[in-house]
């Protein structure tokens, strides 16, 4: 496996190609992810939930996410690392910039934000400090409290017109890459076909550029699963082997399977 970079996901898109990314936040797990073939990990907020054993993401802190960056790093040196920006780091232009340095000096190749057109300024503020970024629509965690629960978004046409309409924007101000989350499969693959960036999907079903999961998720150690989850530890011989059979699934497209994906 060579080193991966934005570019190289961006030909995987144009070639059909579909990739794997997974969320690690530690040194030793990241070896695996790495040994598994695996293109890009997420440093994701859900650490908050997974790690700390909270209801939700939002107290994780920017320094929270800049010691896990840091684990991941030492851990393996090809696949394109992405860290989350957490609640509350990024309500101003200025605000954005400074907490994803402190991402980037920590070793993230690119940081990811969730929310839609709102956030054009700061991304093209990002993309002039040299700072790639990854948008997330659909359901975005950190304004569960908005959203009134963790609930497939989407399905109604005004809401699936708005979340294509913020996609297009947030590519438009420079964004790298887009996670949608928990949107209908006919509206993910809108998306994906309306974008020249990779789409990363997440109950978003099978037509979406690459796919995403959490890493307890998929090695069925969270004891209470979302629909799109399949379990990969089972029937595996290892964690690697569970990784390398969730890289082998994403890209031959078998999952997501139907059973995954929301209308």
Avoid at 53 to 61: I, K, Y
Avoid at 106 to 119: D, P, Q
Avoid at 180 to 208: D, F, H, M, Q
Wanted: glycine fraction near 8%.
């Amino acid at each position: 496996m060579s080193k991966v970079n934005i570019l190289k996901l961006l030909t995987k898109k144009q070639q059909h190609e579909k990739f794997a990314v997974v969320t690690c936040y530690d040194a030793s797990f990241a070896r695996l992810v790495q040994k598994a073939g695996i293109d890009a990990i997420l440093v994701g907020d859900s650490l908050g939930m997974v790690l700390q054993g909270r209801d939700s993401t939002l107290p994780v802190t920017i320094d929270d996410m800049a010691y896990h960056t840091a684990c991941v790093t030492r851990g393996c040196d090809q696949p394109l690392i992405i860290s989350d920006m957490p609640f509350g780091s990024y309500n101003s232009a200025q605000q954005c910039a400074d907490n994803a340095a402190t991402l980037m000096r920590a070793g993230a190749h690119m940081v990811k934000i969730e929310g839609g057109g709102w956030l054009a300024e700061s991304i093209t503020r990002l993309n002039q400090a040299g700072i790639p970024v990854c948008g997330h629509l659909g359901l975005t965690p950190q304004s569960v409290n908005v959203l009134g629960g963790y609930r497939v978004q989407g399905r109604d046409n005004d809401q699936a017109k708005a979340i294509l309409a913020d996609a297009l924007s947030l590519e438009a101000a420079g964004a790298a890459m887009l996670v949608l989350e928990c949107v209908p499969r006919k509206l993910a693959a809108e998306i994906t076909n309306s974008l020249k960036i990779p789409v990363i999907g997440i109950g978003a079903g099978s037509n979406t550029d690459a796919q995403v999961l959490v890493l307890h998720d998929l090695l069925g150690i969270t004891e209470k699963t979302a629909r799109f989850v399949r379990n990969f530890a089972d029937g595996a011989t290892s964690v690697e082997d569970a990784l390398k059979r969730y890289n082998t699934a994403v890209a031959d497209g078998s999952f997501p399977a139907d059973e995954h994906s929301f209308d």
